[in-house]
């Protein structure tokens, strides 16, 4: 097979789409009006604004009045928590967390601990990424003010039970956010049925541009903001509106939900292809996350005796762009947190590949891995002094 | 992010492999940290007639490894101990801050080996002494401003 | 003179120049990567974020270092307070800021006071908007850890001692923050000279895209994060970084640092001339701001007995756009703050304009404005019950 | 953010001015909030004769007093009282919801000319006691959630 381009890296962000640029273009030069004036030029953005709102509100079944725009994911977690603890400081100060949020909510919430009189129970996931109901409802104190579960882990790709926790939530008063994140545009997400009260989102998760997310704040829920200013999104998020953005995030939502179904049809295919001719062609191999409760677009291996940062690079040689949750690609010591969690040793943790699959994939691509991906390996186990004690069957597996 | 040098000695590495009955082998890091380096020299006379290694690590843990083998390959052993991993790193056309830590690794994996030749063998090194072979490094961590 | 499309609010937004744009373009759908990722797809868009970052930074001769992208000056101003306000609660809880800040500054101050304990003096300012040192000086307590004081105003165009100020802050060891979000691009900043510990730039402003800001922090300034997460700009400001967005924001800044002289040039003529000109044409209007000390681009004038919103709406029929500090444009009961705090009576705030000029102003516009405003003004004067009494000599002046 | 029929009033009002000897003046609002309606009426027989009107205030403030003047204009008195602020920002075909209070604001300037009317010649109306006229309203005050 020629060399090939394959991006297999879409959960850490995915091309903007062509008719999502399209839309945003406009929005520059022509109808670049602060949507907050009440002359032409700010009346011309108003409405676009409106319907961005109304295309994101339909991807998962919200009012359009309860979206409201950010600049990304990051912000939308850290607002949702801080906002909610700030307000309810009075009521109590505990908070009841995962141990595989992403780094938006596990260092705010550390953040809270540290400096501001929080307390924070980070729960335990089981060997699949899958939080205990039991667990949780065991946590549950006076005290306790918010609960913040993701709904599909980033590296491993687990669904959440985001409705069973909804319901517990709810019959102990507490508010619950949950980061939609990767969840978002990836499978069916209806927030009035599972009844959560605050959702994060990020538009460049679901081909749109960066720099841009929303917040989901079911009617009645109160928050501190944690952008002070301006009366922009109902006094709630400060800060000249990025039309352009919110236009691209507001196309990209309704592209989302348009084409959802074959969405994850697709990917569930390639996913599962994918998997399969790993875990076939390639010894000392084990899928991380679950198999029932998993991302369509997800696929995250460890490959023993290896280390996933000159896995990647390898990888990168012959054109295909992959992630690691090793130590040595995010210039920090441990391995991922989420690895940790599930249970794996620091060695196994640290050869882990995260390939998450998106619309630009195809069955070639997955081909094209399946051919390259294991030479590498043998490669890197063939310099690997871990693996010369393997295949001397000095060492039982590690 | 990397050099072409390093580039080329990590998807081309010189002297991978082991040597069987070697005369001093070196082996640092741990896998808990992602990175583990194993020297095995081959000394005559003094002098370094072979080398080779195996690496578990990232791109410039193995890139450093093999260069630090073929700085010191044909020296004496008293030349081999004055690698410094600054001049491995030089001699990749440097190496990001993040990933010194790996030239500091392959500079103990060469010394490391040198001591384990000097005590099978029973003889004295100048300069041996000094040397400390920290397993626990504490490497690239970045401090939250 | 026939029909013109004049804008004349750039002290609201600007339009994105072509240049910036096109800049822009290839970090959608091209170069899409993630840049904390390591393959090809993440390196192609390192590099476009550090030179963006250089130009910010050479605009306002700061270090590239100094220099964090935020998704805009609210963001910014948000960041600086709580930021400092939080790390240093230790130390103290007085912070001083003025009366005219924008919004962004005042209501986090405000929500600072409200529920984090913080005591926060709101300082004078003069009938040019100017505040004074000696007040500053008189207001610092041994508690005080921040001064937050505008470079310049939005809606009177006032530049503030920033210099002496810094000066004060210095040499009494308090962090000085100033928003610095009109100031950019439209007069020099030198950050070295000038000795600020932090300031706030927003992107579209100065031509950019909407969505993008800045931060500058000194070498050595420690504050908490706003936005905590992944470890993007130095793990002090998390969230996938809005790569298209900040690229628009260096060639905005590039264009700025070139064309900053002419620019300067080119807009204090059309200013003093539509100064001239409305003063000269329309009885009963007072200039509000300096003379002395004014952007370039920046007019403000109350005229008696009318009020802003149907000034504006009639300047918008005939292509005119404008900005008012009346009540009934914002939604909120009082006119702006701003033109309270420089000794206007409510009657006469109801009626100010903002005409904020930008580089795609000409004369041409100016005439039209000179020939259109006093129609419009007596128009209106003409419906209103407080002219009324002027006309019959029953009133002096309200 | 106006519709057509406000944007008309706005820029073409009807009934702008005053009335010399009027029989009932009515001025509420205050320039402190931004808008005073001042309405004249000529009453013969009962029947509003001619009505103009005064207006400082916001572009709904003026299409709300031109339109209020409109629709009490050859009305009896009782029917003139009978205004309402939504039958007056129907007629607009609507108002922004930050905006309704013009056209509270209109309704009261017709009913306090009416008060005037009747102080002035000292007749009874029938339901004028019931009218308020709030001075203070408490106009387009948004909440933060
Ligand atoms: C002085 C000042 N500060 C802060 C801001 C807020 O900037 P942004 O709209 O980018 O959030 C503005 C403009 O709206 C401003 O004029
Ligand atoms: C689960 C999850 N939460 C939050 C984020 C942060 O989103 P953003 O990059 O838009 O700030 C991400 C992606 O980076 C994510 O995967």
Known sequence: MEKRNVYMDYAA????????????????????????SIHKFGRDVKGALDRARDEVAKLINADSSEIYFTAGGSESDNWAIKGVAFA???????????????HAVLH????????????????????????SLEELENSITDKTILISIMFANNEIGTIQPI??????????????????????GNIHIDVKDLDVDLMAMSSHKIYGPKGVGALYIKKGVKLHPLIHGGAQEKRRRAGTENIAGIVGFGKAAELARVNLDEHIDKLTKLRDKLIKGVLEKIPYTRLNGSLEYRLPGNTNFCFEFIEGESLLLSLDMVGIAGSSGSACTSGSLDPSHVLMAIGLTHEIAH???????????????????????????????????????????GNDNV | ???????????????????????????????????????YLKIEDNIIKDVKFKTFGCGSAIATSSMA??????????????????AVAEALDGLPAVKMHCSVLAEQAVKSAIIDYAKKNNIHIDGLEDVKIDDEHDHHHVEEE
Chains 1, 3 share one sequence.
Do not use: W
């Not at chain 1, 962000?13 to 907050?36: C, H, I, Q, W």
């Not at chain 1, 309810?88 to 992403?102: L, R």
């Not at chain 1, 705010?108 to 939080?131: A, M, Q, S």
């Open chain 1, 163 to 184: 409705k069973e926790i909804a319901e517990i939530a709810k019959k102990k008063g507490i508010l619950f956010h949950t980061d939609g994140v990767q969840a978002l």
């Open chain 2, 1 to 39: 992010m990397y050099s072409e040098k390093v580039m080329d000695h990590f998807m081309n590495p010189r002297n991978v492999g082991e040597i069987e009955n070697a005369d001093g082998i070196g082996e640092v890091g741990n896998a808990k940290c992602g990175d583990i380096m194993k020297i």
């Open chain 1, 108 to 131: 705010t919430c550390e953040y809270l601990e540290k400096y501001h009189g929080f307390e924070v129970t980070y729960l335990n996931v089981d060997k699949e990424g899958r939080i």
């Open chain 1, 13 to 36: 962000t995915t091309p903007v789409k062509r008719e999502v640029l399209e839309a945003m273009l406009p929005y520059y030069s022509d109808l670049f009006g602060n949507a907050s």
């Open chain 1, 351 to 393: 050869g882990s590949l995260r390939l998450s699959l998106g619309d630009m994939n195809t069955e070639d691509d997955v081909d094209y891995v399946l051919e390259h991906l294991p030479k590498i390996v043998e490669r890197l186990r063939s310099i690997s002094p871990l693996y010369e004690k393997v295949t001397k069957g």
């Open chain 2, 69 to 86: 083998t073929e700085m010191i390959m044909g020296k004496s052993v008293e030349e081999a101990l004055k690698l410094t991993n600054k």
């Open chain 1, 88 to 102: 309810n400081k009075d009521k109590g100060n505990h908070i009841i967390t995962t141990k595989i949020e992403h």
